[in-house]
């Protein structure tokens, strides 16, 4: 399952990524919004979002936004979830956030790729897998943690 959010910055863009997923016939459930509103919150949205994946071994999110930044970091609140976040850099980075991170969920900076950039991303994103293994121990250390300041 993929579970997919926006806030308005990325609301066009997650449209045509929803039909790209269907195309390519992923499971997928649109977590808003599902009426452009410009002066939405993207936490609404991404929040929920992030739940979802957490909730649910396995699945994935992809997250939208103008620079996904925000978004990011909205969904990393939420615990089991790994946000990585891409804006149009080298593809390799998609690739080691699965591999080495076992990302779960995608955050794209909607202002700063085009379609066909983001249907790559997200087919990488989708076929990439974790490699496990000295990484593991490293994403259990940082579940285990509460860090205050």
């Known amino acids: 399952m993929i579970y997919i959010a926006s806030d308005h910055a990325g609301f066009e863009l997650k449209k045509q990524i929803l039909q790209h997923l269907k195309n ?39 997250i939208l936004g103008r620079s996904g930044n925000g978004e990011a970091m909205a969904a990393n609140k939420v615990k089991g979830v790994r946000a990585a976040l891409y804006y149009g850099t080298h593809e390799e980075i998609i690739r080691l956030a699965r591999e080495h991170n076992n990302a779960n969920v995608l955050s794209l900076g909607a202002q700063f790729l085009t ?19 000295r990484h ?14």
């Not at 992923?26 to 929040?47: K, R, S, T, W």
């Not at 249907?119 to 293994?133: Q, S, V, Y």
């Not at 593991?136 to 300041?149: F, H, P, T, V």
């Open 24 to 62: 390519t016939d992923q499971e997928v459930e649109d977590c808003g919004p599902l009426l452009l509103d410009p002066a939405d919150d993207y936490p609404d949205f991404i929040i929920p979002c992030g739940q979802k994946v957490a909730q649910n071994p396995g699945s994935m999110g992809i």
């Open 115 to 133: 379609i066909d950039q983001v249907k790559r991303a997200i087919d990488l994103f989708i076929e990439t897998k974790f490699e496990g293994g």
């Open 136 to 149: 593991q121990r490293r994403i259990e250390k940082i579940a285990q943690q509460e860090i205050r300041s």
